[in-house]
DNA sequence: AATGGGTATGTTAACGTACTCATAACACAA
DNA sequence: TTGTGTTATGAGTACGTTAACATACCCATT
């Protein structure tokens, strides 16, 4: 590890004590004007700026750090920048950062492999960071056994409860829960469920939610379909449906994405949409990329989401943490890919 | 600002000094255990590695940067994070960082007002970064005048060049040409234009593109269209286009999602695509969104980008950077929404 | 027994900052 | 003149780490 030169010959970076000897005034005075403190003689402090811009100054982030023992970055650990769930995290723990005038640090693990939770922990830790937050859209192999690390704030954005982390996640259960609502009071019963990949934690609690809503209704649930989130998951699995289902009345689809390809292969095998078949999705993801969007389904507050998990990472003086786990309710929107079913 | 007690009876982080004195050896023999070094007796470094353990130490970050004089982390300002384009941006380099075991810390400036260079760098600066990398997704204000600051890697991502600054991009040019020169082999002259907002360089740079293939052709291009890049925008720019100009041929937009909203809007008028006109957009990004997805594209190595923004940002010792100014072409994915004029 | 070379460990210094305290200069009232 | 308070500035220190140097010990070879 290449280390700078010592001396004024080198590139090292500029200190303050070089703004010091530079404006022959002490070093604690230039910190002074760098921190604009009131006591400074005006003159003093013009003289102390110049020199500072003449070297270009600029202040140690390190030496301040150690110095307070507080980073203004909070640490984000994902898995997969691209995925919405993660973007969305990352959009709206952004947002709150931002009020808090808190930097991110961002630290992407492995797109495909599980990661432990363990080890996240271990990686962000040795970074800048006042807290940690942790993405587990996949169940972790040690989430049972973790214990955060003492001393430093930790929060998980999941769906499990865990008994000595704060989790923070939109309520990806309650979400199915109103959807079925919607689709029950349009007098629909035979619902069928297209999921994502069965070891994503979000598919995991939104299905479970779709099959307590038909079971507190008596309904025997029709078996599931895997998708993997995309638009061709969902058409394949539509398509599979439109033609073995002829009881059918509904669709639910764990995505947007998955929704808008079911309602083109319902179309496609010649299904009316919503006439004959009333089809939802979750996110409320599409408008950017489909004309006249009219699908049905529920939207998160993810600027909320944001906010709730950062400041239960970094929590201010006092606040000091219990474990809690917090379940942000999506919105229902109605559009036009809903209606009664006709008896 | 709250200064951690510097007793043991208090909450401050455990330090090498705690360990030290817990485990009955110097501070330097517990360095050498957290570094893993060699020339430790086995059972001095189990009972350090015991004592770590017992009181839960993490190293300090500043305690290290500050001796270190690097911080392991590469600086990224975008204005949001949602946006395709930035999106691809953080996904990229967050890949190239990784390779180099380097962190990203993220700012996000204002999502809907310009910010200046200065700014950002000002701001960056104070943050623990190695290298800085600016997302310049519309036109600073202080783009000719700006100066980077000396002793930090400075890098902006857009298409300008820069005479101060390395700046790297996609080629959003080039992808122009090579859809055109797909459009011109097929027949069509009268190719129509859907841009995004004007104020955004990748628009700009796009639709010069398209003009210019025109120009060099000596066909006169007609009005270009302006949308927002989503695909309603997209939708109702193919609807004028359908409605008002018989001549057309081909519509290039400068998006999938407005390619998208346009094929639909000319679906809806009566058109068929591609035999009455054909469609081309860039970035290749409607797979998980659309089910079938056959639009002609261009679509760019964005994890190629992410690494020459890395590496012209953070560059290793001796590569020391001259300003250069880097385009990665993109690829043209030929699929079914573009077919031969018939004459 | 003396020398030399390795191994394990300790000591010192330096990185840049900002808090605390001390000091100096000055103004003003008693 | 002396005392009191205000303002500007400097000196000293601590934050946690690691490179460089110093020491102490053990074992093998002269």
């Known amino acids: ?28 005075t230039v910190s002074r004007v760098a921190n604009g403190l ?15 811009q003449e070297l270009g100054f600029r202040p140690s982030y390190a030496g301040r750090s150690l110095r307070d023992g507080r980073y203004h970055s909070v640490g984000l650990c994902v898995n997969d920048v691209t995925k919405f769930g993660n973007l969305s995290m990352i959009d709206g723990i952004a947002s ?19 990661f432990s939770l363990a080890e996240a922990t271990r990686r962000m830790a040795a970074l800048p960071v006042d ?39 939109s309520d990806h259960y309650g979400c199915s829960l109103l959807l079925m609502d919607h689709l029950f009071e349009l007098g629909h019963e035979q619902i069928r469920y297209i ?6 934690v979000d598919e995991q609690f939104r299905r479970a939610g779709w099959q307590d809503a038909l079971e507190r209704k008596h309904i025997e649930p029709a078996e599931p379909l895997e998708g993997d989130w995309s638009a061709n998951s ?10 073995n289902d002829r009881t059918m009345t509904a669709i639910y689809a764990a995505n947007d994405q998955m929704a808008n390809g079911a309602i083109a292969a319902l179309r496609d095998s010649g299904l009316r ?9 979750v996110d409320d993801s ?20 944001g906010r709730e998990v950062f400041e239960h990472a970094v929590p201010e003086a006092g606040t000091a943490g219990k474990t809690v786990a917090i379940r942000i309710p999506g919105q229902l929107i109605v559009r036009h890919t809903t209606a009664a079913h006709r008896v």
């Open 38 to 52: 009131p006591n400074v003689n005006e003159q003093t402090r013009q003289r102390v700026q110049a020199a500072m």
């Open 96 to 114: 709150a950062a931002r009020e808090h005038n808190c930097a991110i640090t961002l630290v992407e693990m492995s797109k495909t492999e599980e």
């Open 131 to 169: 807290g940690i937050i942790i993405g587990m859209s996949r169940m972790a192999p040690d989430f049972e056994t973790f214990n955060p690390l003492p001393g430093i704030g930790t929060v998980i954005v999941t769906m499990y409860a865990h008994p000595r982390v704060t989790t923070v996640d």
């Open 195 to 200: 999921g994502g990949p069965s070891f994503s």
């Open 234 to 243: 969902g058409y394949e699995a539509g398509r599979y449906l439109a033609e």
């Open 273 to 281: 949409v919503p006439e004959d078949v009333s089809v939802v999705g």
């Open 1 to 28: 590890m290449a280390r700078r030169p010592s001396n004024d010959t080198g590139t090292r970076p500029v200190s303050m004590a070089d703004v010091a000897r530079a404006a022959g005034v002490s070093q604690q």
């Open 286 to 305: 599409l408008d950017d990329f489909v004309a006249h969007n009219e699908l049905t389904t529920v939207r998160f507050d993810l600027h909320q989401r």
